[in-house]
């Protein structure tokens, strides 16, 4: 690599493939702060990131792939906030106005300007128009964006950026309707799913219930602390339903998002749950009243967390409480992943490191 040249994962045409290249170290100039990469994440928003057509996303080529990112302070601009040159930071990586009400507090995932950020085509997070964090270095906008990992290990460190955070977030708004040993059905134990059963345990006294397609998750769903795990069956809405006294869950989390995992959200859902949609597997639901959905059923549809959920997220990781399933990759393995990920043979999170 020439002198004051960093690697990157770059998506250079739209249905990609992004291609592993050199680019100018970038420099923080006012509260910017650049991020010696450690670690980071890859998942299926990447995939339809590559995937888009001509114009189906508001973000100008080329940019630098990346928004699970963990990493070390290398460099701050001269009127830069927040973590001192030389920590450990996570990067929170839905990037909004930092101004409005919103990202005032830290919800910057729902920026009341991102529709203008979005109209302006500069890319609304790392990874997302801007560049992020697939490279041996990278620039975040402010301070503002970091939360302090300590001594976590970088791969454990950057998935909670997404993966953990949306989780999380998940949860949170589902939680205030879980009351003690209540069900609460996790469709889905993936990159995603596995840390939602572990943060259910965590945070909520409910009876978490797992489901999957995939032979070896209900043993994953086990191991991360569910009270049971299934394969998708003809006869899985009864089998879960059975576990919950017949009144069926409280709340479903529903992280695949398809026309049959909204089928079976549907039918295990109890009068006055709670439906979280995190999937985007391109599943639709007719809202009618009536209708096929209870009785007082509450829908929601995450997306990312704020920057105080992530600091609870890395909290939690720290005192023992989430473990990230990691399969670690090298940053010149960037193809390889990508091509595993599409095929479905990753188990639990990729994660790319410097190499």
């Known amino acids: 690599m020439s002198t004051g040249a960093t690697r990157a994962v770059r998506l ?8 592993l290249t050199e680019t100018a170290r970038p420099l923080p100039r006012d509260e910017g702060v650049l991020i010696e990469v450690e670690a980071a994440g890859l998942c299926r928003s990447d995939l ?14 080329p940019f630098t792939l990346g928004h699970e990112v963990a990493g070390r302070v290398a460099q701050r601009g001269p009127s830069a906030v927040g973590p001192a040159v030389g920590e450990r930071v996570v990067v929170h990586g839905p990037w ?19 529709t203008a950020l979005d109209a302006a085509r500069v890319g609304t997070g790392a990874g997302l128009g801007r560049d992020g964090g697939m490279a041996d270095a990278m620039l975040v906008p402010s301070g503002r964006v970091l939360v302090p990992v300590g001594d976590l290990a970088a791969e454990q460190a950057a998935p909670l950026s997404d993966a953990g955070l949306t989780a999380y977030h998940s949860v949170a708004m589902i939680r205030p309707a879980v009351g003690e040993d209540e069900g609460v059905v996790v469709i889905g134990v993936g990159g995603l799913g596995h840390l939602a059963v572990q943060i259910l345990r965590a945070t909520t006294s409910a009876r978490v219930l797992a489901v999957d397609v995939r032979e070896e998750a209900p043993a994953l769903a ?3 602390g569910a009270h049971f795990g299934t394969l998708l069956r003809p006869d899985t809405a009864a089998a879960l339903r059975s576990r919950t006294g017949g009144a069926g869950a409280v709340a479903v989390l529903d992280f695949v998002g398809s026309r049959s995992s909204l089928e079976l959200a549907v039918a295990v859902l109890r009068p006055g749950g709670e439906l979280a949609v995190v999937g985007s597997g391109g599943g ?7 209708g096929a959905l209870p009785p007082g059923t509450r829908i929601s549809l995450p997306f990312w967390g704020t920057r105080p ?6 909290s939690l990781a720290r005192d023992g409480l989430l473990t990230v399933g990691v ?4 940053l010149s393995q960037a193809a390889e992943a990508i091509a595993r990920l599409r095929e479905g043979q990753v188990r639990g999170r990729a994660v790319l490191t410097p190499d």
Do not use: M, Q
Request: charged share 25%; hydrophobic share 30%; with cysteine.
């Open 96 to 114: 909004g106005c930092g101004s409005c009400t919103r990202c005032a507090t830290g919800a910057e995932n729902y920026c009341d300007r991102r």
């Open 48 to 61: 339809h990131v590559i995937d888009a057509g001509p114009g189906a996303l508001p973000y100008r080529l």
């Open 309 to 314: 959920e992530l600091e609870a997220v890395v």
């Open 222 to 224: 086990d191991a991360c």
């Open 327 to 330: 399969e670690p990759f090298g």
């Open 284 to 290: 639709e639901l007719t809202v009618r009243k009536p």
């Open 12 to 19: 250079t045409r739209w249905g990609g493939p992004p291609i």
